[in-house]
Every structure is written in C-alpha cells, then in structure tokens.
C-alpha cells in the first residue's frame, strides 16, 4: 500500500513509523524546518518538507499516482479538512482519515462528508464516561453513518424496568436492548429477560432516542 | 444596493478595511476577530458590533446574526481557516451570498465552483502586474 501522512507531529511521525515497519510505502509531509529534519534523520527520502495543503507540495508527496491511503493528521482542524477535501476530490484518493484535535469541529468534518475521523479528546472522554461511574448512561460506540449508537446503563435497585420482562417495556421505535451482563455473564437480550438490579444492559439506539429510553429503564 | 447584514470574520487589514467602507455605505456590519487587540484597527468611531471568537465556532458565528446575514466574507489570515468558514457558512447556514479570501492561487482555483466566491489577492497582483507588463512597450 501506498500513504501519504500529512503532518509529522508525533501522531504523523508514530503512523509513518508503523506503516514503514508493516513494508508499506510512506511519505511523510511535514512544515517545520527543524521537524521535518529530525523526520529525515529517521525516514529519509520519505520526507517531504513544505505545507501539506499546498498543491504542489502534496503533489511532491506523489498525491497525484494517487496514493492508496491519506492520512490528514496535523494538529490544525481546517488544514486537515482541506488536506481531506483536496485528497479525495481534486485526486480522487478512495480513502483518507482525519483527525479532529478540537470536538467541536467534528460537526464541520461531517458537514464537509469527510469520514472516517478520529478524535482522541473524544475517545478520552468516551472512555472517562466508562470507567468513572458518575454517568448512568454511557455512550460505547457511535455509528455515524449508520446514524445509530450503543449505550449501556447500570440497573439500580429502585429502577422502574425492574422484574419486567424487556417485552414489556414499551421501548421506543428505533431503540433495541441488545445483551444483558448479570454477574459476570452475557446474554442476549430478548423479549423475556427480565431486568434486574446490578444488570449492565447494552442498548442500540438512534440518536435523540437516549431520554426516552433512560426514563423507561432508569426512571430519570 | 439596499443596506444589506453583513458578518466580516477576520479583522487585518484587508476585514477592517472592508468593515469600514461597507458601514459607511450604511449596511448593518458584525465583525468577528479572535484577537482583542485587532479590534482597534476599525477605529474609534466604530459604532458596528463585534464578537470576540473564532470564526470556525458556530457558537461565535450565531451570535454575530449568521442566521439572518445576507453576506459573509472570510478575511482571516489563514486561507484553510477561511475555506472552512466559507462553506460553513454556505452549507449550514445557507447565507446566500459568501466570499473567502484565499492568498494561494492553486488553493483558489480548486474551490472556485462550491457555491460561493473565492478572491486571491495574489491571483489578482499576477493578474495586475502581468498586464501592465504586457502592456510596456520599448522605450523611443
């Protein structure tokens, strides 16, 4: 495979070095004089020094063969949705990975259509939803062109799904229980299961749909 | 032209300049500049609003009345920033009149067909300079 990682912080510098080390033809772009010769001590020729949303720089990174892979990963938002938008629609690369540093541009990343993102502040915070247990309802997964997403929920005692079998309650349409995991052990979740406290239930649900369904479950 | 709502993000030389002459015109003008100290470039008689912000924060662009503009110009001095805001501003918003300032001629020339217009001032100085050279002729 061939790559062209725009941006060769430590994020672009780490991914050129494990695509390298998986054999896969890289070249790194880079703006900054000293990083880009630091870059070069270690990658060599596959360093392109210049700015990564210039044309004719990222023509130097051969974007025009075009490469099979575009990694947009500097640490400015709007140079990572132009790198993306000039990637795929002035050269017609399949496939481009962005990376958002601030959540908030998320909503211009998908207004533009550019996808897959990744956005590490987003998976920290995704992941302190998981393991501090202040949250009762914790967002797992995003399906964003699927437009789904899983939660899971903690059953307390005093929860109004207790001893009612998951037929019975009156979920919303576009809303589904998918597994229950009771002490220790998964299951399926299906009509019959009946809820009980200390159950972790995994939920998949459309957006927007999250209120109703933590009021049925968690009565809040 | 009527007095129209106009939202100027960018507030150098070229955003406050602008600011100025389209309010002496009389239009309603917001300016939006993420740097305080740029904001006295447009003047001790500036009477117009401005927002302290980033032009790429949608939060930032609805308080300075995106959802009632009729014009917006890009003017920061970050051609990326711009080309985000632009179409930001044309797709969600759908202001049906937006323009970007983009220095670099081939970045221009790739965004030319998106719905809004781009200007380079550096596409215009080639322009500019190539003409008046074109047009000397050899001294007598």
Same mark, same amino acid.
């Given at each position: 495979?061939?790559a062209?990682?725009v941006?060769?912080?430590?994020?672009?510098?780490?991914?050129?070095r494990?695509?390298?080390?998986?054999?896969?033809?890289?070249?790194?772009?880079?703006?900054?004089?000293?990083?880009?010769?630091?870059?070069?001590?270690?990658?060599?020729?596959?360093?392109?020094?210049?700015?990564?949303?210039?044309?004719?720089v990222?023509?130097?990174?051969?974007?025009?063969?075009?490469? !099979? #892979? %575009?990694?947009? @990963?500097?640490?400015?938002d +709007?140079?990572?949705?132009? =790198?993306?938008?000039?990637a795929?629609? /002035?050269?017609?690369?399949?496939?481009?990975?962005?990376?958002?540093?601030?959540?908030?541009?998320?909503?211009?990343?998908?207004?533009?259509?550019?996808?897959?993102?990744?956005?590490?502040?987003?998976?920290?915070?995704?992941?302190?939803?998981?393991?501090?247990?202040?949250? !009762? #309802? %914790?967002?797992? @997964?995003?399906?964003?062109? +699927?437009?789904?997403?899983? =939660?899971e929920?903690?059953?307390?005692? /005093?929860?109004?799904?207790?001893?009612t079998?998951?037929?019975?309650?009156?979920?919303?349409?576009?809303?589904?229980?998918?597994?229950?995991?009771?002490?220790?052990?998964?299951?399926?979740?299906?009509?019959?299961?009946?809820?009980?406290?200390?159950?972790?239930?995994?939920?998949? #649900?459309e957006?927007?749909?999250?209120?109703?369904?933590?009021?049925?479950?968690?009565?809040r | 032209?009527?007095?129209?709502?106009?939202?100027?993000?960018g507030?150098?030389?070229?955003?406050?300049?602008?600011?100025?002459?389209?309010?002496?015109?009389?239009?309603?003008?917001?300016?939006?500049?993420?740097?305080?100290?740029?904001?006295?470039?447009?003047?001790?008689?500036?009477?117009?609003?401005?927002?302290?912000?980033?032009?790429?924060?949608?939060?930032?662009?609805?308080?300075?009345?995106?959802?009632?503009?009729?014009?917006?110009?890009?003017?920061?001095?970050?051609?990326?920033?711009?080309?985000?805001?632009?179409?930001?501003?044309?797709?969600?918003?759908?202001?049906?009149?937006?323009?970007?300032?983009?220095?670099?001629?081939?970045?221009a020339?790739?965004?030319?067909?998106?719905?809004?217009?781009?200007?380079?001032?550096?596409?215009?100085?080639?322009?500019?300079?190539?003409?008046?050279?074109?047009?000397?002729?050899?001294?007598?």
């Open positions: 495979m061939f062209v990682v941006g060769g912080g430590k994020v672009g510098a780490n991914v050129t494990s695509l390298v080390a998986k054999d896969h033809e890289v070249t790194v772009v880079e703006q900054e004089r000293a990083r880009a010769d630091a870059l070069e001590a270690e990658f060599g020729h596959r360093v392109v020094h210049g700015d990564g949303t210039e044309m004719y990222l023509e130097l990174a051969g974007i025009a063969r075009p490469p !099979d #892979l %575009v990694l947009a @990963l500097t640490g400015d +709007e140079d990572n949705m132009v =790198i993306a938008q000039l795929r629609e /002035r050269y017609g690369v399949e496939k481009v990975i962005a990376r958002v540093n601030d959540p908030r541009n998320q909503e211009h990343f998908d207004l533009l259509g550019i996808a897959p993102t990744v956005c590490p502040t987003q998976r920290i915070m995704s992941l302190i939803e998981h393991e501090v247990p202040e949250h !009762d #309802l %914790v967002h797992l @997964l995003e399906l964003r062109s +699927e437009n789904l997403e899983i =939660i929920v903690e059953v307390g005692a /005093r929860c109004p799904c207790v001893g079998p998951v037929e019975e309650l009156g979920l919303p349409a576009g809303s589904r229980l998918i597994s229950v995991v009771r002490d220790g052990k998964a299951e399926i979740a299906v009509g019959e299961t009946v809820l009980e406290p200390g159950d972790q239930v995994l939920a998949i #649900l957006p927007g749909r999250e209120s109703e369904v933590r009021r049925l479950l968690l009565g | 032209m009527a007095p129209m709502n106009a939202i100027i993000v507030c150098g030389r070229v955003g406050s300049a602008l600011a100025q002459g389209l309010a002496d015109d009389g239009w309603k003008v917001v300016v939006i500049e993420r740097r305080e100290d740029a904001l006295t470039r447009l003047g001790e008689g500036w009477r117009h609003p401005f927002v302290l912000g980033h032009g790429m924060d949608s939060h930032v662009l609805e308080r300075a009345g995106i959802a009632d503009a009729e014009v917006l110009i890009a003017a920061t001095d970050g051609d990326n920033t711009n080309l985000v805001i632009a179409q930001v501003a044309t797709k969600r918003y759908r202001v049906p009149h937006v323009a970007a300032r983009i220095q670099d001629p081939a970045r020339e790739a965004y030319g067909d998106r719905g809004f217009e781009v200007i380079s001032p550096v596409r215009l100085a080639i322009d500019g300079l190539a003409a008046w050279a074109r047009a000397a002729r050899p001294a007598a």
